[in-house]
């Protein structure tokens, strides 16, 4: 009975060697004893667990954490639509998978010097401002006097991209478009964030999604300007599976700012497995999610969008969807946008960057440069059925992967 | 209490969500504190306690009340998943990766002060008791529990042999268990 009592202690730890796992998995069907023995040491651990320090959860993780319970969006009328069987006829899968980096230049190949400092400076910053907004930071436990003082003493980011923006830059040029994708995916978010941290009443849930932003625009720019920080970008390009759940927590219940207009994120969809194999290959994934979100969030007629991270319904490939309710003058508005018609208002020309960084990734995910054929192949693509708004992307999948998890503790009891 | 603990998971399985929100508000704060003990970081320690309740609404049948009370199962689920994050964590820096968190972490070592006044009996009993351990016990149950050691790296760790390690373990949990024993969630 002893040893059942330590078999069972060590299973629940999750240090039983996975064979001797497996036998008491076997005893478990049948015998009490065994039985018995698993519940006292569930009890057992549970009596540990609650001697962890208490700490207050706040209520936004409460509603995020609700929002599993509602009704997930109906996606029938999009996943039935022609558009993505035109997509399910036409994609096949690659033998060799991009695995991100293509998009990279050299600061140098920047032709402004002062553009670059810019950049640069850019980035040492919110290297500084990383930490200050971490979840071991002061700030996360609801001390924010160092990030205000970090935020106060410099110009707000919203200055960056102007200053960014208002060089030349030519949209066809790689290193015009690594400038873009730096200003325009993450930044306006990071920046709206920032500022509102800035002032009298910051809150957690603020910090929080600007450490993901943060953590977001450095791996960017490090996967747009290749000499930006060599040694971290060494450490981006190993292969390691980012799961679709690291997607998931950052967006599941969020709120998500385009410069400054902001909206809720809705999600529900998002399937369990890894979506990219390297860290500049996520980076890459990640701002195309982030323009499709930038697109689509100012247009929502009721201030909510939806995120959805779809397997299978396309074979061999994960499928990005972003939808939203939207009238008809703001589709028309983005179509204008997304396909450069003249019709489009002043001001529209960042959207359309955005729309352009799209493309240009997926030229090289879907390892094609004819955009044309990409389009009618239905890659990526905008769609309107009934009051919505349609926009998505697909990424070639990883073959036989199954779990997006680094992570090796066996999981007993589950 | 496991009575109303199963009816609770009973109601979660027929997708009830008013039963959800009454877990996350009785159960969420012992999880989330388990997990941010092990983890010190509050985002990552959030996002495991979203995960939980994410598994545990889309997959409530991966519990069964054979397996014991609802909440240890959960508990225990928290605590593995704690664990596997901050393995996975250290072996990136044990490969030298970076880490910018990590690598920059602020030095501080004021503790949340607002706490210690809304403990209750049973949680604050446990702390009293676990205290009251021999500290060769305390220490090889930190250890294992919070830091997700196995046995063979508490043994190198403290140059004790596998079977000391595994009876302070056993000899550490069962006097908790003994001086909790009129004391049940």
């Given at each position: 009975?002893?040893?059942?009592?330590?078999?069972?202690?060590?299973y629940t730890?999750?240090?039983l060697?996975?064979?001797?796992s497996?036998?008491?998995?076997?005893?478990?069907e049948?015998?009490?004893?065994?039985?018995?023995?698993?519940?006292?040491?569930?009890?057992?651990?549970?009596?540990?667990?609650?001697?962890?320090?208490?700490?207050?959860?706040?209520n936004?993780?409460?509603?995020?954490?609700?929002?599993?319970?509602?009704?997930?969006?109906n996606?029938?009328?999009?996943l039935?639509?022609?558009?993505?069987?035109?997509?399910?006829?036409?994609?096949?899968?690659?033998?060799?998978?991009?695995?991100?980096?293509?998009?990279?230049v050299?600061?140098n190949?920047?032709?402004?010097?002062a553009l670059r400092?810019?950049?640069?400076?850019?980035?040492?910053?919110?290297?500084?401002?990383?930490?200050l907004?971490?979840?071991?930071s002061?700030?996360?436990?609801?001390?924010?006097t160092?990030?205000?003082?970090?935020l106060?003493?410099?110009?707000?980011?919203s200055?960056?991209?102007?200053?960014?923006?208002s060089?030349?830059?030519?949209g066809e040029?790689?290193a015009?478009?690594?400038?873009?994708?730096?200003?325009?995916?993450?930044?306006?978010?990071?920046s709206?964030?920032?500022?509102r941290?800035?002032?009298?009443?910051p809150?957690?849930?603020?910090?929080?999604?600007?450490?993901?932003?943060?953590?977001?625009q450095?791996?960017?720019?490090?996967?747009?300007?290749?000499?930006?920080?060599?040694?971290r970008?060494?450490?981006?390009?190993?292969?390691?599976?980012?799961g679709?759940?690291?997607?998931?927590?950052?967006?599941?219940?969020?709120?998500?700012?385009y410069?400054?207009s902001?909206?809720?994120?809705?999600?529900g969809?998002?399937f369990?497995?890894?979506?990219?194999?390297?860290?500049?290959?996520?980076?890459?994934?990640?701002?195309?999610?982030?323009?499709?979100?930038n697109l689509?969030?100012?247009r929502?007629?009721?201030?909510?969008?939806?995120?959805?991270?779809?397997?299978?319904?396309v074979?061999?490939?994960t499928?990005a969807?972003?939808?939203?309710?939207?009238?008809?003058?703001n589709?028309q508005n983005l179509?204008?946008?997304l396909?450069?018609s003249?019709?489009?208002?002043?001001?529209?020309?960042?959207?359309?960057?955005?729309?352009?960084?799209?493309?240009?990734?997926?030229?090289?995910g879907?390892?094609?440069?004819?955009?044309?054929?990409l389009?009618?192949?239905r890659?990526?693509g905008?769609t309107?059925?009934?009051?919505y708004?349609?926009?998505?992307?697909?990424?070639?999948?990883?073959?036989?992967?199954?779990?997006?998890a680094?992570?090796?503790?066996?999981?007993?009891?589950? | 209490?496991?009575?109303?603990e199963?009816?609770?998971?009973?109601?979660?399985?027929?997708?009830?969500?008013?039963?959800?929100a009454?877990?996350y508000?009785g159960?969420?704060?012992?999880m989330?504190?388990?997990?941010?003990?092990?983890?010190n970081?509050?985002?990552?320690?959030?996002?495991?306690i979203?995960?939980?309740?994410?598994?545990?609404?889309?997959?409530?049948?991966?519990?069964?009340?054979?397996?014991?009370?609802?909440?240890?199962?959960?508990?225990?689920?928290?605590r593995?998943r704690?664990?596997?994050?901050?393995?996975?964590?250290?072996?990136?820096?044990d490969?030298?990766?970076?880490?910018?968190?990590?690598?920059q972490?602020?030095?501080?070592?004021?503790?949340?002060?607002?706490e210690?006044?809304?403990?209750?009996?049973?949680?604050?009993?446990?702390?009293?008791?676990?205290?009251?351990?021999?500290?060769?016990?305390?220490?090889?149950?930190?250890?294992?529990?919070f830091?997700?050691?196995?046995?063979?790296?508490?043994s190198?760790?403290?140059?004790l042999?596998?079977?000391?390690?595994k009876?302070?373990i056993?000899?550490?949990?069962?006097k908790?268990?003994?001086?909790?024993?009129?004391?049940?969630?």
């Amino acid at each position: 009975m002893d040893n059942l009592k330590q078999t069972a202690l060590d299973y629940t730890l999750g240090v039983l060697p996975k064979e001797d796992s497996l036998l008491f998995e076997a005893l478990l069907e049948h015998d009490d004893e065994a039985k018995t023995s698993l519940v006292t040491a569930q009890e057992d651990c549970a009596n540990l667990s609650l001697i962890a320090e208490p700490a207050s959860l706040g209520n936004e993780v409460r509603s995020r954490v609700m929002e599993y319970t509602k009704p997930r969006i109906n996606l029938d009328p999009i996943l039935e639509s022609r558009e993505i069987e035109t997509l399910r006829e036409n994609f096949s899968a690659f033998s060799h998978r991009y695995q991100g980096g293509g998009g990279s230049v050299d600061l140098n190949d920047l032709g402004s010097i002062a553009l670059r400092d810019d950049i640069r400076r850019n980035y040492e910053s919110l290297i500084e401002l990383f930490p200050l907004v971490a979840g071991d930071s002061h700030a996360a436990r609801g001390d924010f006097t160092l990030l205000h003082k970090f935020l106060r003493k410099q110009s707000s980011y919203s200055e960056t991209i102007e200053r960014n923006l208002s060089h030349d830059l030519i949209g066809e040029n790689p290193a015009s478009r690594s400038v873009l994708r730096s200003a325009l995916a993450t930044m306006p978010s990071l920046s709206f964030f920032s500022d509102r941290l800035s002032e009298d009443d910051p809150t957690l849930s603020d910090t929080r999604r600007l450490f993901y932003l943060c953590r977001d625009q450095l791996k960017i720019m490090r996967a747009s300007f290749r000499d930006i920080d060599p040694a971290r970008l060494e450490d981006d390009e190993k292969l390691r599976l980012h799961g679709a759940g690291l997607l998931q927590t950052k967006w599941w219940g969020a709120e998500h700012a385009y410069f400054s207009s902001s909206g809720k994120v809705r999600c529900g969809n998002f399937f369990d497995g890894p979506v990219t194999e390297r860290c500049v290959e996520f980076a890459e994934y990640d701002a195309n999610v982030y323009c499709l979100a930038n697109l689509l969030s100012p247009r929502s007629s009721d201030g909510e969008f939806h995120l959805e991270l779809l397997k299978d319904t396309v074979p061999g490939c994960t499928l990005a969807l972003a939808t939203a309710k939207m009238d008809l003058t703001n589709h028309q508005n983005l179509e204008a946008i997304l396909s450069g018609s003249s019709k489009m208002k002043k001001g529209d020309s960042l959207d359309q960057h955005l729309w352009t960084l799209i493309e240009d990734s997926m030229t090289r995910g879907h390892q094609c440069s004819n955009l044309g054929e990409l389009r009618e192949r239905r890659a990526y693509g905008c769609t309107r059925i009934e009051n919505y708004t349609y926009l998505w992307f697909a990424w070639p999948a990883i073959a036989n992967a199954q779990d997006g998890a680094d992570a090796s503790t066996p999981k007993p009891l589950q | 209490m496991p009575r109303i603990e199963n009816e609770i998971w009973t109601r979660i399985k027929e997708g009830d969500s008013a039963a959800f929100a009454e877990l996350y508000d009785g159960f969420a704060s012992a999880m989330f504190s388990l997990s941010l003990q092990i983890l010190n970081d509050r985002w990552e320690a959030e996002e495991v306690i979203q995960d939980v309740f994410s598994y545990l609404w889309r997959k409530p049948d991966s519990y069964s009340p054979s397996k014991g009370k609802f909440s240890s199962w959960l508990l225990v689920i928290t605590r593995n998943r704690s664990i596997d994050r901050y393995r996975s964590r250290k072996r990136r820096l044990d490969r030298g990766q970076s880490d910018e968190v990590l690598n920059q972490k602020e030095d501080f070592s004021q503790t949340d002060g607002a706490e210690e006044a809304t403990l209750n009996d049973e949680r604050k009993q446990l702390r009293v008791a676990f205290r009251l351990l021999p500290p060769d016990q305390r220490q090889v149950l930190e250890l294992s529990y919070f830091k997700g050691f196995n046995h063979k790296e508490i043994s190198e760790k403290l140059g004790l042999s596998l079977g000391t390690v595994k009876s302070r373990i056993r000899l550490g949990v069962e006097k908790l268990r003994n001086s909790l024993s009129t004391l049940r969630l």
